[in-house]
């Protein structure tokens, strides 16, 4: 019979004796159960004394946390956190040097816990760290260990960081300004700094006095701190008010950061952590963000200075041309021109800039080719107003519908996402990035243009293709501008429509009555096949990322499922890990047979906890919970969307539900699409005697195995 749901049995240590194996009942105070444990060793005072797991981060377990507690757990009796925070409290403001430093070893440790942090925040203990910083007499370790401490206790979110004083600010800054600065402190300072910034506005202007891009941009070619300094510098980027970005912005280009981070980031002799790909895409998207005040901005059809440049780009492109000297001959020779430019407004063009977005941005894209690829420029006005078979392609429009597509595509005002890393290294190989990406597409839309022999009535189906075209070639993260245009005269309107007819193989083939019939006989065993490798999947596991405060002091867990697929196996990991995890390694276990669901996204516990903004949007769509009894949840962040369809896939298909995602259709598709073929393929080879006919065989099956990746 198996125990009551509300019993864990669980082992107890305490340093010297023998551990104590007990039946906790979750139905009795845990005050209660803490007194019975100290008289097991004959302890005095159990008011004075706490729970604690003995493994992973070794967090209090506290009336609030205490249903997390499984059966095997080994938990460990502790002094209480209000003693633990009072003797550290009392240590680190002792005199002994060592005795100090032991203290604010074990408070770095400690303040991870929400439990401990609060008792010690209620003791005053911050404003003592703050003032051990602010006497500017630590140094090496102890000053290490202090900044931990503080950085951990503040990310509980119990203090507002408004209360911090400015010679705290200060003093931090002066540790990041410094030219020869220990590692671990500057790692903490520059993380204590990025917080104060993105936490509060007020000291976001107190930070940015006391330090300058220069000196950030100064750590870059150290790699133990480079992503902590390019963080600090995208949190001033993103605080920043408009008015002060582009200036920010003007500063960064004049340091060269592009330039260092291409060097000392991107090609580094390191690879690229997921932190630092997630900085790497903030600057990037903050980058292009500057455009859009220019994207949102109409011309006025009556500003001289932006009329101009319309003018510009009549006179480059037809340079040769004298101006008539009647005023309507005048008149008349600039509306032929402006048509031969491909403007939809040939008597007034500034009225095509009215619209946003793209806006000025259009314009301004426009004015960039005609100055910087003149020759390219001329050679796509003159190749298209030349011609007369109604196939000429748009310049004008052409550009600036474009400019409104390339905005979309890389979402041009938008926030960052949290927990994207999607950056393209190109566009940190030329400080006119936007610019020549413009100029690549507008050549590559000229050029699409021609391929399809399109004609005025198919400009929309141009710029489907063209859009198809800039995606698939970004989708391979091309490292400069010169492999873009390599990979884009891959990408011709041919391969196009090959890709689109492959990838429509599974949809639109084989509609007769007869394929018909055979697709839906071979599809649950194909559909077995896909399970049984999702199962797989589940028993080689994954490693996930614990959602915290600070992305750069990232924690892990591991979960995997266990060979006979009745136990799903997870712990703790100081590290991601290389490869796979052992079991004895993890030292939680769900038996299969408690799971009574698995939910998904903004359904998941975790996800209620967290705000609705935008930046949370992508960690939404790879969130989801395993529903397990009593009432116990077992929460996931899918590092990507592969593994999400994997695990929601496995863990669906593991209680014997239908598999669902997006990944499983389309593999399914697929691999009955290629089922299909050597079926058919068989059905072709037969050779049939004249006579007399043998009865028609039915093909045999074709096994194969399928690994996805």
């Not at 209480?80 to 002994?96: F, K, N």
């Not at 203990?125 to 090496?140: M, N, P, Q, Y």
């Not at 997921?274 to 895409?281: F, G, P, R, V």
Request: glycine share 4%.
């Amino acid at each position: 019979m198996p125990p009551p749901a509300d019993i864990v049995k669980v082992a107890i240590e305490w340093p010297g004796a023998n551990a104590q194996l007990i039946e906790m009942d979750q139905k009795r105070p845990l005050s209660s159960i803490i007194r019975e444990v100290c008289d097991g060793w004959s302890l005095s005072g159990s008011e004075q004394f706490a729970l604690r797991y003995a493994d992973g981060p070794q967090l209090y377990i506290t009336e609030q946390s205490r249903g997390d507690i499984k059966n095997g757990t080994i938990l460990r009796l502790a002094i209480s956190p209000a003693r633990a925070a009072r003797q550290l409290l009392e240590r680190i403001q002792s005199h002994g040097i060592d005795a100090r430093l032991e203290a604010l070893k074990e408070l770095a440790k400690l303040s991870a816990d929400p439990t401990f942090a609060a008792e010690f925040i209620n003791m005053e203990g911050i404003g003592t760290l703050a003032r051990l910083v602010e006497s500017g007499t630590h140094f090496g370790e102890m000053l290490a260990f202090t900044l931990t401490a503080f950085l951990e206790l503040m990310d509980h979110g119990i203090v507002s960081w408004d209360l911090i004083s400015l010679s705290f600010i200060k003093q931090i800054a002066g540790y990041v300004n410094q030219p020869m600065v220990d590692v671990s402190i500057l790692q903490r300072s520059l993380a204590i700094l990025e917080s104060m910034v993105l936490n509060s506005h007020s000291l976001y202007h107190r930070v940015a006095q006391e330090i300058t891009v220069g000196q950030l941009i100064g750590h870059l070619s150290n790699q133990e701190i480079q992503t902590y300094a390019i963080a600090l510098i995208n949190a001033l980027f993103l605080k920043a008010p408009e008015d002060r970005r582009q200036e920010m912005a003007s500063t960064l280009a004049q340091k060269h950061l592009r330039s260092i981070i291409l060097n000392h980031v991107i090609r580094g002799n390191r690879p690229i952590k997921a932190e630092m790909a997630h900085q790497l895409y903030v600057l990037q998207v903050l980058t292009f963000n500057l455009l859009e005040e220019r994207m949102m901005t109409k011309m006025d059809p009556n500003d001289q200075a932006q009329r101009d440049i319309i003018f510009e780009l009549r006179r480059i492109a037809f340079d040769g041309d004298t101006d008539p000297t009647g005023t309507e001959k005048r008149k008349a020779m600039y509306t032929k021109d402006y048509k031969m430019l491909g403007f939809t407004n040939h008597l007034n063009p500034a009225m095509d800039f009215t619209q946003t977005p793209p806006g000025m941005l259009a314009l301004d894209n426009m004015l960039y080719l005609a100055r910087v690829h003149q020759d390219t420029y001329i050679r796509i006005v003159l190749e298209n107003s030349s011609r007369e078979d109604k196939h000429e392609c748009p310049f004008g429009r052409c550009a600036i519908e474009l400019t409104r597509m390339l905005c979309e595509i890389l979402q041009v005002g938008e926030l960052p996402n949290e927990g994207c890393n999607d950056y393209h290294p190109m566009f940190f190989t030329h400080d006119r990035a936007w610019e020549e990406f413009f100029c690549v597409c507008i050549q590559l839309l000229n050029k699409t243009w021609k391929e399809m022999r399109a004609t005025a009535e198919d400009f929309n189906k141009v710029m489907q293709v063209v859009r198809e075209q800039i995606t698939r070639a970004l989708a391979m993260k091309p490292s400069s501008i010169d492999q873009l245009k390599n990979k884009l005269r891959g990408l011709s309107y041919s391969e196009i429509l090959r890709l689109r007819q492959s990838e429509r193989m599974s949809q639109d083939d084989f509609q007769s009555p007869p394929i018909i019939e055979l697709r839906e006989r071979i599809q649950p065993e194909i559909l077995e096949l896909i399970k049984q490798q999702r199962l797989n999947r589940l028993c080689e596991g994954s490693c996930f990322r614990k959602l915290g405060n600070r992305r750069r002091q990232e924690k892990f867990w591991f979960c995997r499922l266990s060979l006979n697929h009745k136990l799903l196996h997870y712990g703790d990991l100081e590290e991601s890990p290389q490869g796979e995890v052992p079991f004895e390694l993890l030292s939680d276990k769900i038996p299969v047979s408690d799971i009574k669901s698995v939910l998904t996204g903004k359904d998941c516990p975790h996800m209620k906890e967290k705000s609705a903004l935008k930046q949370n949007k992508e960690v939404l769509e790879l969130a989801f919970s395993v529903l397990y009894d009593p009432d116990e949840t077992l929460n996931f962040v899918a590092p990507n969307k592969y593994e999400y369809c994997i695990w929601t896939d496995g863990l669906c298909a593991l209680l014997g539900r239908e598999m669902g995602s997006d990944l499983t259709r389309s593999d399914l598709d697929t691999l009955i699409s290629m089922e299909m073929k050597l079926r058919l393929l068989d059905l072709e080879n037969i050779t049939i005697p004249e006579a007399p006919p043998p009865v028609p065989k039915e093909p045999s099956s074709y096994n194969f195995t399928y690994n996805y990746s």
